[in-house]
């Protein structure tokens, strides 16, 4: 086929479009149809998905995926109708179908057209639509309210709701992108499979469709920043005429003081507005990673056996979209952690006086600056003992070590490398890698994790992420002179201290605080700063964390707390540790952002424990 026309790629980018958005809410509406079997509503709306999908597929040509959405829309007919009951078996088969159309697509937006085997999935199906399978149990009949749908031509296709018609362009639109030609699918007769097998349900994914190159906006949003842009011109225009009348002598009649006091204040103002206003422009709902949980705790929960509620709160909770491409794998290894370590089976539990159902739940909220994102079950809980047994027999800790851990500090042993009380490897977890890859990817994020556990009653992991990795808040301190600035999503607290209260264990500084011991670096000694004062009897302790790690940042002086803005150092002086960037003061002077997850991570051979 020849590489489509202007308004055929036209088409082709409505399709992709609107294929994406009715997959990613297809997942969700499968794993709730099993738990709402007789929802009207839910059934004509998984198969609507299902129908439009076929039809524009059938009209641009690509018959492989025509094919598969075909067979699965007529056993969902069937279900609809009351012909079926909707079982797990028959559940798995729809949503391995769905898989297959999800990496079909994929192919379709990717410009790389693969001849895929697809008999394997539609000969799963066909036995739902034998006559000889009747109704047992099933729910009762749903009728949509419009006609019955018919199996439409290319040719009706393109004049119903087959073909998604062109938008009209729109300033919430997000820009267009060049598509790779492409070229139909083959008839499934002529498919030999290549390259990437369909995915086996029970490992609970598809291909993941979503864009990472535009953000879809709400037009308000553009019309709340324009209306800032335009008070900003409004003050740029009161600047120059401020400045006019300096030059020109006019200052002293116009009271020019009080004049650029109130022009001050309004500049603060308006800057902040626009900055809040190109921040949430690219905020996202972190409903875009939750949504992908349900499907993964169903096959999770089939594959092990166990019985699993799984409740999500706070979806609409909004997150800078560079930090919810980040946390997606973070929250896999957890809930995949609860679902395998926390959650017993249902016999276990009921021996144990709990409901044979267990709960997870998986929250979203803001806190400041920052989301807390918690992921908590009624499980088994974390068993100290246990844990620092494991760790001893696989040599990550001493005997004196584990001895004078802290019950927050023995929590945090499943995060070392290597770590696993799995007596076996199976494909969920045992090879000592999950945890680690939380560790690393919230260190990434500056984020900070913390732990709950109670043996027997179940567990809560808590990340605390930065909304934003663009303009952070910040704490400035001063070492000797110099002033620094410090991400305030990672500052835990900061403490006053005289120096005598600093000891020395094994050749690491520490301060005893509360039940711990926490390891301490002086920033002056870490960047070779000049010293100008003689030791003082005081210092000033700034704790910070990264991840599961806590460490005590010794500096001369708090200064205080500031918003900026993180300047690149370039090239040059990329990669320099225990450094994140620079910003510019408001008197001009550049600072040096700290970077506490490389200052924590050089430290981590001495960390105090």
Request: charged content about 30%; cysteine-free; proline content about 8%.
């Given at each position: 086929m020849p590489p489509f026309d202007s308004e055929d790629q036209?088409?082709?980018?409505?399709?992709?479009?609107?294929?994406?958005?009715?997959?990613?809410?297809?997942?969700?509406?499968?794993?709730?149809?099993?738990?709402?079997?007789?929802?009207?509503?839910?059934?004509?709306?998984?198969?609507?998905?299902?129908?439009?999908?076929?039809?524009?597929?059938?009209?641009?040509?690509?018959?492989?995926?025509?094919?598969?959405?075909?067979?699965?829309?007529?056993?969902?007919?069937?279900?609809?109708?009351?012909?079926?009951?909707?079982?797990?078996?028959?559940?798995?088969?729809?949503?391995?179908?769905?898989?297959?159309?999800?990496?079909?697509?994929?192919?379709?937006?990717?410009?790389?057209?693969?001849?895929?085997?697809?008999?394997?999935?539609?000969?799963?199906?066909?036995?739902?639509?034998?006559?000889?399978?009747?109704?047992?149990?099933?729910?009762?009949?749903?009728?949509?309210?419009?006609?019955?749908?018919?199996?439409?031509?290319?040719?009706?296709?393109?004049?119903?709701?087959?073909?998604?018609?062109?938008?009209?362009?729109?300033?919430?639109?997000?820009?267009?992108?060049?598509?790779?030609?492409?070229?139909?699918?083959?008839?499934?007769?002529?498919?030999?499979?290549?390259?990437?097998?369909?995915?086996?349900?029970?490992?609970?994914?598809?291909?993941?469709?979503?864009?990472?190159?535009?953000?879809?906006?709400?037009?308000?949003?553009?019309?709340?920043?324009?209306?800032?842009?335009?008070?900003?011109?409004?003050?740029?225009?009161?600047?120059?005429?401020?400045?006019?009348?300096?030059?020109?002598g006019d200052a002293e009649r116009l009271d020019f003081n009080e004049e650029f006091g109130k022009l001050t204040k309004r500049m603060n103002f308006v800057t902040s507005e626009l900055q809040m206003q190109v921040l949430k422009m690219r905020m996202i709902p972190v409903d875009k990673v939750f949504k992908k949980f349900p499907r993964i705790v169903r096959s999770l929960a089939r594959d092990l056996g166990k019985e699993v509620d799984l409740q999500i709160f706070g979806e609409e909770t909004e997150l800078d979209r560079s930090v919810v491409d980040e946390i997606g794998d973070p929250l896999i290894h957890l809930i995949r952690n609860a679902m395998d370590h926390g959650l017993e089976t249902p016999d276990e539990r009921v021996d144990s006086g709990k409901p044979r159902v267990g709960t997870l739940v998986l929250a979203a909220v803001h806190e400041g600056n920052q989301i807390i994102i918690s992921i908590k079950d009624d499980g088994r809980g974390i068993d100290t003992d246990r844990v620092g047994r494991k760790a001893l027999e696989k040599g990550l800790v001493t005997e004196d070590q584990l001895a004078a851990m802290s019950q927050r500090e023995l929590f945090d042993l499943i995060f070392l490398p290597g770590f696993s009380t799995k007596e076996k490897a199976s494909d969920l977890s045992g090879r000592g890698v999950g945890m680690d890859v939380v560790k690393t990817n919230i260190k990434k994020l500056n984020g900070l994790i913390e732990i709950k556990s109670e043996k027997g009653m179940g567990s809560e992991f808590i990340l605390r992420l930065p909304l934003t990795l663009a303009i952070i808040q910040s704490l400035l301190v001063e070492v000797e002179g110099e002033i620094y600035s410090i991400p305030l999503s990672s500052v835990l607290e900061t403490l006053r201290v005289e120096q005598n209260m600093f000891h020395m264990v094994g050749g690491q500084e520490v301060l005893k605080l509360r039940e711990s011991v926490l390891p301490l670096m002086r920033l002056q000694r870490k960047f070779n700063v000049q010293k100008r004062n003689e030791n003082e009897d005081f210092c000033y302790v700034v704790v910070v964390g990264a991840a599961d790690k806590r460490m005590g940042l010794v500096v001369t002086r708090l200064v205080g707390q500031q918003e900026v803005a993180i300047k690149s150092l370039g090239n040059y002086l990329a990669n320099i540790p225990g450094i994140a960037g620079s910003t510019i003061l408001g008197d001009g002077r550049v600072t040096l952002i700290v970077d506490p997850v490389g200052l924590i991570d050089g430290g981590e051979s001495v960390s105090g424990r």
């Open positions: 036209e088409l082709l980018e409505g399709f992709l479009t609107e294929t994406t958005e009715l997959l990613e809410k297809l997942d969700d509406d499968l794993v709730a149809l099993e738990k709402s079997s007789d929802d009207p509503e839910l059934l004509n709306r998984i198969f609507r998905s299902i129908h439009t999908v076929k039809g524009a597929s059938s009209f641009l040509g690509f018959d492989l995926l025509v094919k598969v959405t075909h067979k699965t829309e007529d056993v969902l007919n069937r279900l609809r109708k009351g012909e079926l009951p909707v079982t797990p078996e028959i559940m798995d088969v729809i949503l391995e179908a769905t898989d297959l159309v999800k990496i079909l697509v994929s192919d379709i937006k990717a410009g790389d057209i693969q001849e895929r085997e697809i008999d394997g999935t539609i000969g799963k199906l066909l036995p739902y639509l034998s006559e000889n399978i009747v109704a047992q149990a099933a729910p009762q009949a749903v009728t949509e309210q419009a006609p019955a749908v018919q199996e439409p031509s290319p040719q009706a296709a393109a004049e119903q709701d087959a073909a998604p018609a062109p938008a009209e362009p729109s300033p919430a639109s997000p820009p267009k992108q060049e598509v790779a030609p492409v070229s139909p699918q083959k008839p499934a007769g002529d498919a030999v499979a290549k390259k990437a097998p369909v995915p086996k349900p029970a490992e609970g994914r598809g291909e993941d469709l979503s864009d990472n190159t535009t953000v879809r906006v709400d037009v308000k949003r553009l019309d709340d920043l324009m209306n800032q842009v335009g008070e900003l011109v409004l003050e740029r225009n009161r600047m120059i005429q401020l400045n006019q009348d300096l030059q020109q």
